[in-house]
């Protein structure tokens, strides 16, 4: 199926496996909450970004967006992918630092980096720090004259770009908090270009998340392109990748047709450099999280509840952007589908529902529950919330499973609390 992880199969009694390992194991083994990530998939769709993208346009560089998700293990297997980095905050850079990726091929984005981040990130030789406003610029400047550096900058701008996807992951409208608006953008370079530590090599946009739709990235590139000629530039970064699907069957555009395009408008263009820094495309599909089913609550007529043992602290995308998932019940993958059930967290908050009317196999108290595409701003946006504990995660391949985050414990909730 379109949404499931690559390795996913029914194995021995119709029961999922991913990586070669049962999930009722591992739900066993682990515990749950628990977020799988599958090597295979990740290591497959950078391949496939890497492959589409230099076969269109040779001079491309694939830098993955860290906040989809961002651990140490994953950051550590993407760069040994040969993919760049996009970071966005000092704690993304040190962890990337702790992966020993290389940071010349990182690129610090962010409306509002601290002097300190600014610092730290220069003196641990991110390669190019993408300035969003004037202030940005300053705070640069003075931020690498301290240290006696010089920057490589890219100038984000506003392109004022519609494209169709939810309000709150939309960033490239005329009325958005990122980038330079158009208008103010000669005045801008011409500062950027005065500035004596500071060198402009390229500009930036970024026009927004879960865009299932090549066209817009299409005029994207165009407009970059025609600016960083009118500027005399030569690297241009398109931002965020293209979307995934959610539910089974759901259509996407092929990545080859997106690399296909984006490589048409920089025809004839070789020395051009192109960045794209998917996200949630390069991760999303390879997680699944499995929870264990406690209470089931039937309101006859109304609706019948599956509570899980966990919900919006581990995944806040529904809650946030009325986000739509798919599910199975690991050990009766196989089975008919026959109960449709709601889906309903552990948090005290009445619109903690993970999945609303789903239709399942015959669903027990005790049944292990997989959602699928959780590996994209399911970690990487979990809270604390009433101080449950954030959930392991497992990377899985080939019939083996590492432990790479660890679970939680009471211990770490209260670790910070001085008194
Ligand atoms: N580059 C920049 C500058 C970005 O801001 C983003 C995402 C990306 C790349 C990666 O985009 P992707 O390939 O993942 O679409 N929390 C939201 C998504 C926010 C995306 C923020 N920026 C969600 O869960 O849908």
């Not at 809650?319 to 599910?327: D, P, R, T």
Request: net charge neutral; with cysteine; glycine share 8%.
């Amino acid at each position: 199926m379109s949404n499931l992880p690559d390795t996913a199969k029914l194995g021995k009694n119709g029961q999922l496996e991913i990586g070669g390992c049962s999930c009722a194991d591992l739900a066993r083994k682990f515990g749950t909450p628990l977020y799988i990530i599958d090597e295979a998939t990740v290591r497959n769709r950078c391949r496939a970004y890497v492959q589409s993208f230099r076969q269109s346009h040779p001079n491309t560089e694939i830098a993955f967006a860290c906040k989809a998700l961002c651990t140490t293990s994953v950051v550590r297997l993407v760069a040994s992918e040969g993919l760049g980095l996009d970071v966005s905050s000092g704690g993304e850079i040190y962890t990337a630092k702790k992966a020993k990726a290389s940071l010349n091929h990182a690129y610090f984005h962010g409306n509002n980096k601290a002097e300190d981040e600014l610092k730290f990130a220069l003196q641990s030789g991110v390669g190019r720090m993408v300035i969003d406003n004037f202030d940005e610029l300053n705070r640069l400047e003075k931020a690498a004259r301290e240290i006696r550096k010089t920057a490589n900058i890219f100038l984000r701008i506003n392109p004022g770009i519609e494209a169709h996807t939810h309000e709150y992951i939309k960033t490239g409208t005329v009325d958005s908090k990122f980038g330079v608006p158009l208008a103010q953008l000669d005045a801008v370079v011409q500062e950027a270009k005065n500035k004596k530590n500071i060198q402009l090599v390229g500009l930036h946009a970024h026009i927004g998340s879960q865009i299932l739709d090549v066209q817009p990235f299409v005029d994207e590139t165009k407009l970059l392109l025609d600016l960083i000629d009118k500027y005399g530039l030569n690297e241009l970064d398109i931002g965020g990748g293209i979307g995934i699907p959610y539910l089974e069957n759901e259509a996407v555009p092929a990545l080859e047709d997106f690399a296909r395009q984006i490589g048409d408008v920089l025809k004839n263009r070789p020395e051009i450099k192109l960045i794209l820094e998917p996200g949630r495309s390069i991760v999303g599909q390879a997680g699944v999280t499995l929870y264990t089913i406690g209470g089931i609550k039937d309101i006859p007529g109304i609706r019948k509840y599956i509570f899980i043992d966990g919900g919006m602290s581990d995944n806040p995308r529904p809650i946030l952007y009325q986000a739509k998932y798919a599910a199975t019940i690991v050990s009766k993958a196989s089975q008919p589908r026959t109960d449709k059930v709601t889906v309903a967290g552990r948090f005290c908050e009445s619109g903690d529902v993970l999945i609303k009317d789903i239709i399942l196999p015959k669903v027990e108290a005790g049944d292990t529950l997989a959602v699928f595409c959780t590996g994209a701003y399911n970690y990487a946006m979990a809270s604390n919330y009433n101080r449950v504990g954030r959930p392991a995660m497992i990377l899985v391949d080939n019939g083996k499973a590492a432990l790479v985050v660890r679970r939680e414990a009471y211990e770490d909730l209260t670790r910070n609390d001085l008194c």
